[in-house]
């Protein structure tokens, strides 16, 4: 955005992906398993880089997030807002599973879920379409209702990579090439003004 563009306000989101979890090497999906303590240690020194001058944290409901968003949030005297619609895609039938087992079932469904999301949707699943509109929808919504602020979005891989594929307008197909590691930050500034508004992507796993 031009520095000359005019007036405009500025929403500033940190989206920071939750520490390594418990259990293992599983699709974790629905299942909510706990934050590890390294995880916990690995989101503090993410957040810690960036500064402390949050002014809203909005969270997945899930423990492996929402622990450290309240933890964040009492430490720098914000609020926390719990958004369900932020959750991770549901594996359906998978969820829970380890990697190693599910390939062992269906060596090809596998694989052509990492390559293909869209044609290869997990038995009972949450179709890879759906669960962009949800996280899309409801990441606009956040953006409306804290529209200016700088805001800490403590959520999973998955919903980071749908929004970044919504925000650069990138081919669905091509979701899981986005690379989201464990406690990594990206941020998105969005620009509005009486047009419209105008999002860019600041950095990428920082």
């Given at each position: 955005m031009p520095d000359?563009?005019g007036?405009?306000?500025?929403t500033?989101?940190?989206?920071?992906?939750?520490?390594?979890?418990?259990g293992?090497?599983?699709?974790?999906?629905f299942?909510?398993?706990a934050?590890?303590?390294?995880g916990l240690k690995?989101?503090?020194?993410?957040?810690?880089?960036?500064?402390?001058?949050?002014?809203?944290?909005?969270s997945?409901?899930?423990?492996?997030c929402?622990?450290?968003?309240d933890?964040?949030?009492?430490?720098?005297d914000?609020?926390?807002?719990v958004?369900?619609d932020?959750?991770?895609?549901?594996?359906g039938d998978?969820?829970?599973?380890?990697?190693k087992?599910?390939?062992?079932q269906?060596?090809a469904l596998?694989?052509g879920?990492?390559?293909?999301?869209i044609?290869?949707?997990p038995?009972?699943?949450?179709?890879?379409?759906?669960?962009?509109?949800?996280?899309?929808?409801?990441?606009?919504?956040?953006?409306?209702t804290?529209?200016?602020?700088?805001?800490?979005?403590?959520v999973?891989?998955?919903v980071?990579?749908?929004?970044?594929q919504d925000?650069?307008?990138?081919?669905?197909?091509a979701?899981?090439?986005?690379?989201?590691?464990y406690a990594s930050?990206?941020r998105?500034k969005?620009?509005h003004d009486?047009?419209g508004?105008?999002?860019q992507?600041?950095?990428?796993?920082?």
């Amino acid at each position: 955005m031009p520095d000359d563009a005019g007036d405009f306000t500025v929403t500033t989101i940190d989206l920071l992906r939750h520490g390594k979890p418990e259990g293992g090497d599983i699709f974790r999906g629905f299942t909510d398993v706990a934050m590890s303590e390294l995880g916990l240690k690995q989101m503090q020194a993410a957040v810690a880089q960036q500064g402390d001058d949050y002014q809203q944290i909005v969270s997945s409901p899930m423990q492996r997030c929402l622990v450290f968003s309240d933890l964040i949030a009492q430490q720098q005297d914000i609020a926390c807002e719990v958004v369900a619609d932020l959750q991770e895609i549901s594996f359906g039938d998978w969820d829970g599973q380890t990697f190693k087992a599910i390939a062992a079932q269906n060596q090809a469904l596998f694989d052509g879920f990492w390559k293909d999301p869209i044609a290869n949707t997990p038995p009972n699943g949450e179709p890879m379409l759906a669960f962009c509109h949800r996280i899309q929808a409801a990441f606009w919504q956040v953006v409306k209702t804290f529209e200016g602020q700088h805001i800490l979005m403590v959520v999973h891989g998955g919903v980071i990579r749908a929004i970044l594929q919504d925000i650069l307008k990138s081919d669905v197909v091509a979701l899981m090439r986005y690379e989201v590691p464990y406690a990594s930050i990206s941020r998105i500034k969005i620009y509005h003004d009486d047009a419209g508004f105008f999002p860019q992507l600041v950095f990428h796993n920082r």
